[in-house]
Every structure is written in structure tokens, then in C-alpha cells.
């Protein structure tokens, strides 16, 4: 089993293959290689970082390696420079994919040891602090942004499984082995990354195969073509068929920036129950088939499944896309939010094209 200190050493290495040096040196910044426990971890750290990050090189593609070159240039630089610790392939095979046994990217966790809260959260201010004062009240608020702007970066640095963008066709193939199973759990596990649709979309959902997590999709048109209507219809089926599969809700969100919550609900409420929406509102069933007691009992079961269903609107215009992607991402982070519906894309407008919806979008 690997220790903490081996895991972050194999995520610089990790780094540095992916040619991704910001997060390479940002990770560097964080490791104190003076409290590392094991010797031979800090020379091996400190001999990386020479190497890769403060070492001059004559052309910037000479520092694009595979891992492979990584680890032998270090081995090589090793054994020069510390003969008497006998540093071979085999004592350093952690460093490795081969190796890999377990999740390597849990990022606190492989740095807890080298620093207490106190030491962690000094650096995370050194790393977020603004390069101006705030002694202008006028400019306060480029001040905070700019800490803001740190610090989110700062948070997107933080190694997660789904950071690694270079990957060989081997290393492809090891990320999902279930596309080379032809058994049960294998299809279960392919399933899973997919939100599928019942009989009702049928045709969707053959050429879709559902939607996959991750995607994201737009859906255009002209003002009136029932694009909102269609898209609430999705979501209602989405989390049915969801239920009927794992015995669970999704959590689904949508910002609704252009129906109010009274339109919303009664456009909802006509699709599910199947009552035209002038009945709704009127409550006039002298000219139509439906009964008082038809339009109760549908309203309940309506009104049950609302109940259970994890379907949530944002309704405050006045925010602007930074507050949506703020927000978001704090849903994400505490996993409660799994599909998201902006409506309407005008929320993104560019100051440079506010007379231009088209524009503004692109």
C-alpha cells in the first residue's frame, strides 16, 4: 500500500507528464519537503522538482516526457548525486501506473501529514492574496475579485480523478475496463453514467442512448416553439425512469430566468396530469371531458410525485452567470446536484454585445 508522501510524489510525476506546469508548481508550493517523513521522499521530490520545474532547458518541447523518461532522468540524477542510497527502478516502481492500487489524487489527504490546519490554510493565504492593497475605495472590488478569481483557480488546481487530459490508448483502456466485459456488471456499470428516458422518447433515447453525465447540450429555437416545456418534460422522465432503476430522485436544478413560478408549476401540472392548462386556470369543465373528481384525483397523484421528486427553480433574475457558476460548483462539491438546466443562455450576455442575443451567446 502506498503512504501518503508516495501518492503525492507519483501526482507531481503525474503533472509533469501532462505537461500541466502551473498545477506542478502550485502542487510544489503546497509540499514542505523539510517535514516530509521519509529522506529518500524528500530527495526524490526535491531532485523532481529540480529537474522538471527550475532546471533551464534549451527548447520548451524538451520537457515534455513520458513517464517512462521521467522516472529514468531521475534515477539517473539519483544515483550521481546520492550513491550511498541505492536508488534502483524497483525502489522507486511506486512512482508508476503499474503501481497504481489504489485513488492517488485525494489531495489533502496525501499532504496532511506535511502540514497541520494552521500551516495548510497560511500557505492557501500566501497563494490567494491579492498583488494591490485596498486602500482605494474605488477599486475595492477588483481587490476582492482578484482573491476570488486566486481562489477559485486555487480549487481547480486540486488534483481530482477527472483532471488527466494525455492519455495513451493503454492508459484509455484501463479507465474503463467494463468496455471489454461482455458480462452483467459490466452493462450495469456502462448504465450508470447515463440518464436513460422511458418508451415516451423513445426515439431519443435510441439515438442517444440517454444522456450521458458531463454533457452539456443546447437546445435552440424561436420564442414560442415549446422549447422550456419540452425541456421540463425530459427532466420529469428523467427522474421517473431514474427511480424506477436505482429507487432514486436525480437532483436536477433549473435556473429559470424567463417563466415566472406560476407558469412553471401550471405547465407542469398540465403535462403530468394530462389537463389542458385553460382548465387549470379557469376551472371551467362545462365544455370538457374532464370531471371534478377526475381533476382532484390526478392533482393528488400530481401532487404526490412533486413530493418526491428532487426538481428545484431558481427564480432570482438578478444574478449573473458568475453567481450561476459559483453556485454550481458549490451544489457539485457537496453532490447535490446532477443535472442543471440554464433557461435561457441571455444570462451569459457579453457587455460587448448587449444589443445582440446571437452574439452575446457565442
Keep these: 500500500m502506498l503512504t501518503n508522501e508516495q501518492r503525492a510524489l507519483q501526482q507531481v510525476i503525474s503533472y509533469i507528464e501532462q505537461g500541466q506546469w502551473e498545477k506542478a508548481n502550485l502542487y510544489c508550493q503546497i509540499i514542505n519537503p523539510q ?11 526535491t531532485a523532481l522538482k529540480y529537474l522538471f520545474l527550475e532546471k533551464q532547458t534549451s527548447h520548451p518541447w524538451d520537457k515534455i516526457k513520458s513517464q517512462t523518461e521521467i522516472i529514468q532522468e531521475l534515477i539517473t540524477y539519483l544515483q550521481t548525486h546520492f550513491p550511498q542510497d541505492n536508488f534502483t527502478k524497483e525502489s522507486l516502481s511506486f ?11 485525494d ?19 500566501k497563494i490567494i492574496s491579492p498583488s494591490f492593497e485596498n486602500k482605494d475605495p474605488y477599486h475595492k472590488h477588483f481587490y476582492y475579485q482578484e482573491i476570488f478569481d486566486k481562489l477559485r483557480k486555487f480549487m481547480a488546481f486540486i488534483p481530482h480523478k477527472n483532471d488527466k487530459t494525455l492519455f495513451n490508448l ?22 450508470e453514467e447515463y440518464y436513460r428516458l422511458s418508451e415516451t422518447f423513445k426515439g431519443l433515447n435510441q439515438a442517444t442512448k440517454g444522456f450521458k453525465k458531463g454533457q452539456i447540450i443546447t437546445i435552440g429555437g424561436y420564442t414560442g416553439l415549446g422549447k422550456t416545456t419540452f425541456v421540463y418534460n425530459l427532466l420529469i422522465d428523467i427522474s421517473k425512469t431514474k427511480h424506477q ?55 393528488k397523484t400530481a401532487k404526490q410525485l412533486f413530493a418526491n421528486i428532487n426538481l428545484s427553480f431558481s427564480y432570482d433574475k438578478g444574478k ?19 443535472i442543471i438546466v440554464i433557461d435561457h443562455l441571455q444570462i451569459t450576455k457579453s457587455t460587448n454585445h448587449l444589443e445582440n442575443d446571437r452574439l452575446a451567446i457565442d
Design 245 to 299: 432503476e436505482t429507487n432514486k430522485h436525480p437532483n436536477m436544478l433549473v435556473f429559470s430566468y424567463e417563466m415566472t413560478l406560476e407558469e412553471n408549476l401550471s405547465r407542469l401540472l398540465a403535462h403530468q396530469t394530462q389537463i389542458p392548462l385553460d382548465i387549470i386556470l379557469d376551472k371551467n369543465f362545462e365544455d370538457s371531458n374532464i370531471t371534478q373528481h377526475t381533476y382532484t384525483e390526478r392533482m
Design 320 to 338: 449573473n452567470i458568475d453567481y450561476v457558476i459559483d453556485l454550481v460548483y458549490r451544489l457539485y462539491l457537496e453532490q447535490k446536484i446532477e
Design 107 to 125: 489531495f489533502l489527504d496525501n499532504l496532511k501529514h506535511t502540514y497541520n490546519q494552521e500551516k495548510l490554510f497560511q500557505q492557501l493565504l
Design 170 to 191: 493503454n492508459q484509455m483502456a484501463s479507465c474503463h475496463p467494463e468496455f471489454f466485459e461482455s458480462n452483467q456488471q459490466a452493462k450495469q456499470k456502462i448504465q
Design 35 to 45: 517535514t516530509l517523513l521519509d529522506p529518500n521522499n524528500t530527495k526524490i521530490f
Design 95 to 105: 512512482l508508476s501506473d503499474n503501481f497504481n492500487e489504489e485513488n492517488n489524487l
